[in-house]
C-alpha cells in the first residue's frame, strides 16, 4: 500500500485526484489533499461498485490499484480506465490498459 500511495501522491502533484477506496463496497471517496492514508478495507474486492457508481461518469480518466485477486469486469466502461496491478499473479481485466507494478 505504500507503493500505491507514492504513485497516486505522485500523480496529484499533476492532476485533480478523487480517491475511491473500496472493497466489496464503496467505503471511502474523497478528494486527495496531501497524504494518502490511513486506508480502509479488508479485501473480498469487487470491481463493479467503482466502476458502476455515478460519480465515475464525471471523472475524465480511472486509474484502479488492484492486487487483480477478484473477477475482472467482462464490459469496457466510459471512462478510460489504466489498471495498475500489483502482487505475484493478478489477473488482468478485459478492458482498458494495464501496467504491472514490480513486486
Do not use: I, K, Q
Request: glycine share 10%.
Amino acid at each position: 500500500l505504500e507503493r500505491v500511495a507514492s504513485e497516486v501522491e505522485r500523480l496529484g502533484r499533476v492532476a485533480l485526484v478523487t480517491v475511491v477506496e473500496c472493497d466489496a463496497a464503496l467505503p471511502r471517496l474523497y478528494p486527495l489533499r496531501g497524504a494518502l492514508g490511513p486506508f480502509v478495507g479488508g479485501g473480498d474486492t469487487d470491481f463493479m461498485p467503482v466502476l458502476a457508481a455515478p460519480e465515475a461518469a464525471r471523472f475524465d480518466g480511472l486509474v484502479y490499484f488492484t492486487d487483480g485477486h477478484a473477477p475482472p469486469p467482462a464490459n469496457p466502461r466510459r471512462v478510460p480506465t489504466l489498471w495498475v496491478l500489483t502482487g505475484d499473479r493478478p489477473r488482468a481485466p478485459r478492458f482498458g490498459h494495464v501496467v504491472r507494478l514490480p513486486v
